[in-house]
């Protein structure tokens, strides 16, 4: 992304403002910059700027966008452990699928997905340049379907519109639409050299392919089509990025969620951190904190983590594609993303400092000397994947329930600073490689003349990678049964789990609606989230989706 902080862009500003007297440079410059010139590139280059830094936090906050993709889902769920974590029952709400226009988390999501659409358009009437231009209409897009995807509607405003009138609402094909030609218009422009922190040529098509996608679903999500001339699109773009040769498959799963995950292979768009910097910088210790437990690690006991977040056991166990799940490190075999087989500083370079192994956690936990780790109570620190079915925790064993994930983790060498901090180095992953395999694999399956010998190729290709072993066969979905390790829609949790994908996963393979573990059938009106009530207030041209 681009890196001019606002004391750079002051300076560029205030000596614009010293020359404005005049109307040209010295002629030996063989350019001529205006006063409301310099300044206009200072506000565009300013707007730009604070654009990207409206990603981490819908992205990275465990309140927001992960919140209602994952949380909703079958991949995440938060029990209320006595005291802890209930916050008046809005974790379960959005497990169970009870949420309301009021709920905090659909406010704030919506809020800051519409800072990040607001904050691109101003770049726009600040005379950019054409490739600002260009990365500005990517992230505007990026929050658009974000906004589309969740509410079923966005607001949009030209650059310039009188800010006291409401803005225009876009509604099914036409907001799928305008999101695509936002794209189409931006990609040519956007800079062919740009690395996976800016806007990009190939993230442009990722989202792109995104839209292609998740069209019919988006215009009926109850009953998702799928027209083949979307699949040909997706395929297409999709191609077009494998066959550039520019990315590969990492070694190590988990070194695109590590502290040093600026080194991925796989990475196509990402947020940029730095450890030990204070600026700009995602903030991901949340992706940890949320889920360990208090005495997880001694270099921070008892505060090593706020003990919430968990998995369900059915999800853990679509990782055997060809048989059951043990709960124990032989399973680690099964799948490299299950983790549990690499020490947590994945080059090995470093002193460890703590016992956890990046993946799922479940059974006993030790420390980096292979000592078992007790709770608060001094019972055995061993998780246990059973929830209390109406996931309030109230026995002796609250502390411990629930498998946990490890999947973004912190630099252990420096148990006093870098674990707990708002600069631990790991960069936000928004987009990567393996999405554009699946897919290019899923829209082979669901063409009008179904490639599933090629899609079976690009899955294969991806599991090997990933120490899984190859299938014969892969059906798209069992809607009887979401959670069948056999399927397309189970390779996309074991792959993209805890990426803020799974409930998009879920709708566009007709099963959002389905009973799981600790959610019960529900109403189809759940398939988007309401507007917020606050919105509405202030803005007739928005529809509150039916039901709600």
Known sequence: MRTFKYKTLTAILLAAMAIGGCTKLNEGYRQTVTQSEAAQAFAASLFLQTAYNDIPTPFVNQDRVFSLEENSADESLVPTRGGDWDDNGVWRVVHNHTWNADHDQVLQVYNLLNKMNFDATNVLQFNPSKEQIAEARFLRAFALYYLFDLYNQFPFRNPGENLLNPPKVYFGDSAVQFIISELTAALPDLGTSNTMTQANQDACKVLLMRCYLNHGAFLNRAHPTFADADMQQVITLGNSIINGGKYKYMANYFGNFSYQNGNSTEGIFAFPSSSGLTVNNPSLQA????????????????????????????????????????????????????????????????????????????????????????????????????????????????????????????????????????????????????????????????????????????????????????????????????????????????????????????????????????????????LVFPVPNQALAVNPNLKQNPGY
């Open 287 to 526: 992706r940890w904190m949320m889920t360990f437990h208090y005495n997880e690690y001694d270099g921070q006991a008892p505060n090593a983590g706020w003990n919430g977040f968990s998995t369900i056991s059915d999800f853990y166990n679509a990782f055997s594609v060809g048989g059951t799940t043990n709960y124990s490190l032989a399973d680690t075999l099964l799948d490299t993303r299950i983790g549990r087989r690499w020490t947590s500083d994945a080059t090995g370079t470093v002193t460890l400092n703590s016992g956890i192994r990046p993946g799922f956690l479940v059974g006993q936990q030790y420390d980096q000397n292979g000592v078992a780790l007790k709770d608060r109570k001094g019972n055995p620190l061993a998780f246990d994947p059973n929830i209390a079915p109406d996931m309030k925790e109230t026995g002796s064993n609250l502390e411990v329930t629930g498998i946990r994930i490890a999947k973004y983790y912190p630099d252990f060498s420096d148990p006093g600073g870098k674990y707990f901090s708002s600069t631990p180095g790991n960069w936000l992953m928004l987009m990567r490689y393996s999405e554009v395999v699946l897919m290019v694999a899923e829209a082979k399956m669901r063409a009008a003349a179904p490639d599933n010998a090629g899609a079976l190729t690009l899955i294969n290709g991806l599991r090997t990678a990933r120490g899984a072993s190859v299938v014969t066969s892969m059906p798209l979905v069992n809607t009887a049964n979401s959670e069948d390790p056999k399927t397309l829609l189970a390779e996309l949790g074991r792959e993209f789990y805890w990426e803020s994908h799974r409930r998009t996963d879920l709708i566009r393979f007709g099963v959002f609606n389905n009973l799981w573990q600790y959610k019960p059938a529900d109403d189809p009106k759940y």
